[in-house]
C-alpha cells in the first residue's frame, strides 16, 4: 500500500454574522501535525490531533461516542466523551505526527473498524494505541481506545511465547470451560469490552463466557496483526472462526513468571 504525508494545519473559518466573544483567549497554538496515510485513511486521525493540538474541548468530544471507553490502566477508566475530552484538555503538549500503521474493516454493517496508530508528542514520546471507530448518523466516532507508549525495546521481544499461550486459548476455549480459560490466560485485572458497559475482573468474565460451557461450542483464532509495543505490551487484531466469525482484539500483557495474559478482550 502506498503511502503520502500531509500536513496538518490550523484553518480560521471565517463565519459571516459570528462575533468573537469579549476576553476569548488567542488561539497561539501553531498545530502543525506530519500525518502519514494510507489511500483509505479517512480525516479521522487527523481530527483527533488537530482537536488536541488546538485545546478545543468540544472538538475532542465530538469525535467519541458519548458512552466512549478510554482505557487509562484497570484502575483509570474512563467511559463517556466528556471524561475523555477532559483528560486531553489536562495533558498540555502537542502531537507532532500520527500515523495509521494497521486498519481493517471489523463489521460493515455497523460501521466498526478496528485500528493501529502510532503518534509522537512534543516531548518526543511515541506511543501506540489501539481504536474502535463506529459509525453513528453518518458520523465515525471513536467507541474504544488504549494507548501505551512505545520503546525501541519492543523490536527484541520474542513472541513464540504469545503463539503458545493463543494456542493454549484455543485448546482451553474448546474443552467449553471457560472457568479454566479465564483462570489461565486472563490477567487477574483483565478488561472485557464488547460495546456496552465494560466486564472487569476474572470472575465477571467467566460469567460473561458463559456461553462457552455449550459443548458445541468451538473457535478458533487467526491473528491478523500483531504489535508488539513495549516489553510488557503487544496489541492482537485478528479474525475468529468457529461458533463465532467475527474479528477481535487482544491486549496481551507480560506477567512476572514470564508468560503473557490477555489484560483486554474485545469483539464485535
Not at 497554538?29 to 487527523?46: A, G, M, P, R, Y
Not at 467511559?79 to 474493516?105: C, H, L, P, V, W
Not at 503458545?164 to 478488561?191: A, D, F, G, I
Not at 463466557?209 to 459443548?215: C, K
Request: aromatic letters at 10%; glycine letters at 4%; one cysteine or more.
Amino acid at each position: 500500500m502506498k503511502f503520502k504525508t500531509v500536513i496538518l494545519t490550523c484553518v480560521l473559518l471565517a463565519i459571516v454574522g459570528y462575533k468573537q466573544p469579549v476576553n476569548k483567549k488567542e488561539n497561539t497554538i501553531n498545530s502543525q501535525t506530519e500525518v502519514v496515510q494510507s489511500e483509505d485513511f479517512s480525516d479521522n486521525l487527523k481530527n483527533w490531533a488537530e482537536g488536541i493540538n488546538n485545546n478545543d474541548i468540544n472538538a475532542i468530544k465530538n469525535l467519541y461516542d458519548p458512552n466512549g471507553v478510554k482505557i487509562i490502566s484497570s484502575d483509570s477508566i474512563l467511559e463517556n466523551s466528556a471524561q475523555i475530552a477532559d483528560y486531553y484538555m489536562i495533558r498540555k503538549g502537542s502531537i507532532t505526527s500520527a500515523e495509521s500503521i494497521f486498519t481493517i474493516e471489523a463489521n460493515k454493517e455497523r460501521g466498526i473498524n478496528y485500528e493501529l496508530v502510532r503518534y509522537t508528542r512534543d516531548n518526543l514520546k511515541e506511543f501506540v494505541g489501539i481504536v474502535i471507530w463506529s459509525m453513528e448518523n453518518e458520523r465515525i466516532i471513536r467507541e474504544f481506545e488504549y494507548t501505551e507508549e512505545y520503546t525501541s525495546e519492543s523490536k527484541k521481544i520474542d513472541t513464540t511465547n504469545i503463539a503458545q499461550r493463543r494456542n493454549l486459548w484455543v485448546e482451553l476455549c474448546n474443552t467449553n470451560n471457560p472457568e479454566n480459560l479465564v483462570k489461565q490466560l486472563y490477567s487477574n485485572n483483565t478488561m472485557y469490552f464488547n460495546h456496552k458497559p465494560i466486564v472487569q475482573g476474572t470472575e465477571a468474565l467467566i460469567r460473561e463466557y458463559g456461553y462457552m460451557n455449550n459443548e458445541n461450542y468451538e473457535l478458533n483464532l487467526h491473528p491478523m496483526k500483531l504489535e508488539v509495543v513495549n516489553a510488557s505490551t503487544a496489541f492482537e487484531i485478528g479474525q475468529c472462526s468457529g461458533s463465532y466469525n467475527g474479528k477481535y482484539i487482544l491486549v496481551w500483557k507480560k506477567q512476572t513468571d514470564g508468560n503473557w495474559k490477555v489484560f483486554i478482550d474485545s469483539n464485535i
